[in-house]
């Protein structure tokens, strides 16, 4: 099963930081699961711009029923691009990672253009999860997510930050059961 993680953005995030996560995930997720982790461009400065055709580019290259992983605003840009009628991949799951909420109530953007609804089909499995310790992304973020994706599974993991402190045993078990 093939599963393409997106990374966040930030000075060295793809080596330094998330490189960890896509480490947890594929030792968690074990041998029947092919693990993507392109690395985006500009990761200092992430921009949807930027990012959206290279997350295309990637979804492209998929088989429908693949999982796709975002963490932090990659996790945002990813569910972004999903919401873009021109991309005709079909995921199975959809798992935000720390994901920034833009619009009313949360983060603002420059580049994304907010949506009043977040339509994903139905028939689209969602995880959102958040560390209880997170201190980038307010826990309010994923009470947004929870009523503007109500097909999502909103989790808060004890104990945990903005990393899930480099922890994806959870993810991975949802995952399976995809």
């Keep these: ?3 393409l993680f997106i990374q966040g953005g930030g000075k060295d995030v793809h080596e330094a930081w998330d490189r960890k ?3 947890s995930l594929t030792r968690e997720l074990g041998s029947g699961y092919e693990v993507r982790y392109p690395r985006m461009p500009n990761e200092d400065d992430p921009s949807f711009t930027s990012w959206r055709p290279a997350i295309v580019k990637e ?12 963490h932090s605003v990659g996790a945002t840009m990813l569910l972004y691009t999903l919401l873009d009628e021109t991309v005709h991949v079909k ?3 959809l798992v935000l990672i720390a994901p920034p909420f833009v619009g009313e109530g949360g983060w603002p953007s420059d580049d994304i253009e907010v949506r009043s609804q977040l339509a ?4 689209l499995r969602v995880f959102v999860y958040r560390g209880s310790r997170d201190d980038t ?3 309010s973020h994923a009470q947004l997510y929870a009523k503007a994706l109500p097909q999502a599974t909103v989790t808060t993991l004890p104990d945990r930050d903005h990393q899930l402190s480099n922890d994806l045993r959870d993810v991975a078990e949802d ?3 995809v």
Excluded: K, N, S
């Design 1 to 3: 099963m093939q599963v």
């Design 21 to 23: 996560l896509v480490d």
């Design 59 to 70: 979804l492209e290259a998929l088989d429908d029923g693949a999982i796709v992983v975002g």
């Design 91 to 93: 995921p199975a799951a």
């Design 120 to 123: 994903l089909p139905t028939q």
């Design 137 to 139: 992304v307010p826990a």
């Design 175 to 177: 995952i399976r059961t």
